[in-house]
């Protein structure tokens, strides 16, 4: 957007925007039964794990990096909170502020007995929901202004910064009325489901309701054959993490790890700049060569491996450096490769520019070479592979945040099988 005339800039409000990621925990394990728990701490069902774990990627893989995390301290919420904390090495702020509509006398019993009990009082309860508070409890009037303290008191704090707020269905309705400007009366019209995202954009002018009640669809996991141990290659630029992350997946796993043999040329003494177009282009072919046989060997006496190049890495390098003249060779190799690929449970395609490039000698510093392979690779990966097997990983740091990752896409299909269910749960 061009920026506006110097008059009409001083008319303007203050640009700066706070943005809200409001995240609803998952289903509650109440029994089966409809409870009024209100601050009790319960833990989430499988599905409500399920859900949690959608919000977890979608955080990672679809929302722009945040600048912290807030959480109620219950654990439906803050276990949530705490994964993407740690994923992301962000600040994780917990306060009760957050909590759940207080119920008072009524937690931990349910609808049915509670009105059996004593019907003219829930009644009244649910004709005044605003107002009208539990034995002991909160009416959401309370809760409102509890949440409204919260966001006050450190209003300097947020201002103009991205956060996730993992927190509850009340909470979610408060905010919403209150920097919407409505009256806590229309609260009952938001109803975002468990396990969904809401986004507030917050500006001097007003607010702005991004989205409402989103909800994450749980990310495709890449098929397995039955019973097998996994057969992963790892992608990407020099740089990325590949040796490191590729080694503590085989140890997980108990499958071998193949290194890239480019690095211990190099280390034994090679020199690339003093090869010729056709010895550089030779040399490509013979690494391919080795790590095919090295995968062929790794199965057959382990039945899997983590390599640290994909098939069609080796792709990438043909056009990286220019080998295109040779239309029949190029064609040959191309096939090879990509029907390659179809052997492999998944590729993980590592992030770009996260990680510093370090000079050790072996790769490249400048990062644009660098990116110039990152993005021929990835391009040719998703040319080549199906979706549920090209896994993208977001922009992780930490070694523990990668791997948890990597396992929460990777898991075995058959459990019967101990040993892969064993190696896959070991987080």
Same mark, same amino acid.
């Given at each position: 957007?061009? /920026?506006?005339?110097? @008059?009409?800039?001083?008319?303007?409000?203050?640009?700066? @925007?706070?943005?809200?990621?409001?995240?609803?925990?998952?289903?509650?394990?109440?029994?089966?039964?409809?409870? #009024?728990?209100?601050?009790?701490?319960?833990?989430?069902?499988?599905?409500?794990?399920?859900?949690?774990?959608?919000?977890?990627?979608?955080?990672?893989?679809?929302?722009?990096?945040?600048?912290?995390?807030?959480?109620?301290?219950?654990?439906?919420?803050?276990?949530?909170?705490?994964?993407?904390?740690?994923?992301?090495?962000? /600040?994780?702020?917990?306060?009760?502020?957050?909590?759940?509509?207080?119920?008072?006398?009524?937690?931990?019993?349910?609808? !049915?007995?509670?009105?059996?009990?004593? &019907?003219?009082?829930?009644?009244? %309860?649910?004709?005044?929901?605003?107002?009208?508070?539990?034995?002991?409890?909160?009416?959401?009037?309370?809760?409102?202004?509890?949440?409204?303290?919260?966001?006050? &008191?450190?209003?300097?704090?947020?201002?103009?910064?991205?956060?996730?707020?993992?927190?509850?269905?009340?909470?979610?309705?408060?905010?919403?009325?209150?920097?919407?400007?409505?009256?806590?009366?229309?609260?009952?019209?938001? #109803?975002?489901?468990?396990?969904?995202?809401?986004?507030?954009?917050?500006?001097?002018?007003?607010?702005?309701?991004?989205?409402?009640? !989103?909800?994450?669809?749980?990310?495709?996991?890449?098929?397995? $054959?039955?019973?097998?141990? /996994?057969?992963?290659?790892?992608?990407?630029?020099?740089?990325?993490?590949?040796?490191?992350?590729?080694?503590?997946?085989?140890?997980?796993?108990?499958?071998?790890?193949?290194? !890239?043999?480019? *690095?211990? *040329?190099?280390?034994?003494?090679? $020199?690339?700049?003093?090869?010729?177009?056709?010895?550089?282009?030779?040399?490509?072919?013979?690494?391919?060569? &080795?790590?095919?046989?090295?995968?062929?060997?790794?199965?057959?006496?382990?039945?899997?491996?983590?390599?640290?190049?994909?098939?069609?890495?080796?792709?990438?390098?043909?056009?990286?450096?220019?080998?295109?003249?040779?239309?029949?060779?190029? !064609?040959?190799?191309?096939?090879?490769?990509?029907?390659?690929?179809?052997?492999?449970?998944?590729?993980?395609?590592?992030?770009?520019?996260?990680?510093?490039?370090?000079?050790?000698?072996?790769?490249?510093?400048? /990062? %644009?070479?660098?990116?110039?392979?990152?993005?021929?690779?990835?391009?040719?990966?998703?040319?080549?592979?199906?979706?549920?097997?090209?896994?993208?990983?977001?922009?992780?740091?930490?070694?523990?945040?990668? @791997?948890?990752?990597?396992?929460?896409?990777?898991?075995?299909?058959?459990?019967?099988? &101990? #040993?892969?269910?064993?190696?896959?749960?070991?987080?």
């Amino acid at each position: 957007m061009p /920026p506006f005339d110097a @008059v009409t800039e001083r008319a303007l409000p203050s640009r700066e @925007v706070t943005s809200l990621h409001l995240l609803r925990h998952g289903e509650v394990d109440t029994g089966g039964a409809r409870l #009024a728990y209100g601050h009790l701490d319960l833990s989430l069902t499988p599905k409500g794990e399920a859900e949690g774990e959608a919000l977890r990627r979608h955080v990672l893989e679809r929302l722009p990096r945040p600048d912290g995390v807030i959480s109620s301290d219950l654990t439906r919420c803050s276990a949530l909170a705490e994964r993407i904390a740690a994923d992301l090495d962000l /600040p994780l702020w917990r306060s009760p502020a957050l909590r759940e509509q207080r119920m008072g006398d009524w937690e931990g019993r349910s609808w !049915e007995a509670l009105t059996a009990e004593d &019907e003219p009082r829930v009644q009244a %309860y649910w004709a005044d929901y605003l107002h009208a508070a539990p034995p002991g409890g909160e009416s959401f009037a309370d809760l409102a202004a509890r949440v409204q303290a919260f966001f006050d &008191e450190h209003a300097q704090t947020l201002a103009g910064r991205r956060w996730v707020v993992v927190t509850h269905i009340g909470v979610i309705r408060a905010t919403l009325c209150r920097q919407l400007r409505l009256p806590l009366t229309e609260a009952l019209r938001f #109803a975002p489901a468990r396990g969904s995202h809401t986004q507030l954009l917050i500006a001097e002018a007003g607010a702005v309701l991004e989205q409402l009640g !989103e909800r994450p669809t749980p990310a495709p996991t890449p098929p397995r $054959r039955r019973g097998a141990r /996994p057969r992963v290659a790892l992608s990407g630029s020099a740089g990325t993490g590949k040796s490191t992350l590729g080694a503590a997946l085989a140890a997980r796993w108990g499958v071998p790890f193949i290194p !890239e043999g480019m *690095r211990a *040329r190099i280390e034994a003494g090679l $020199r690339l700049h003093d090869l010729d177009h056709h010895q550089l282009q030779a040399l490509i072919e013979e690494l391919w060569e &080795e790590q095919a046989a090295a995968e062929a060997q790794a199965i057959a006496q382990h039945g899997g491996f983590v390599a640290d190049r994909s098939s069609i890495d080796f792709s990438a390098f043909y056009l990286h450096y220019g080998f295109t003249t040779d239309l029949a060779r190029i !064609e040959r190799l191309f096939a090879r490769l990509t029907a390659h690929a179809d052997g492999y449970d998944a590729i993980l395609l590592l992030p770009h520019g996260v990680l510093p490039l370090i000079d050790d000698g072996v790769r490249s510093t400048n /990062p %644009y070479i660098q990116l110039r392979y990152q993005v021929t690779v990835a391009g040719l990966l998703r040319q080549t592979l199906p979706e549920d097997r090209l896994l993208i990983m977001p922009p992780l740091t930490a070694l523990a945040a990668r @791997v948890r990752w990597v396992l929460s896409r990777c898991s075995p299909e058959d459990p019967n099988d &101990e #040993a892969t269910r064993k190696s896959f749960s070991r987080v």
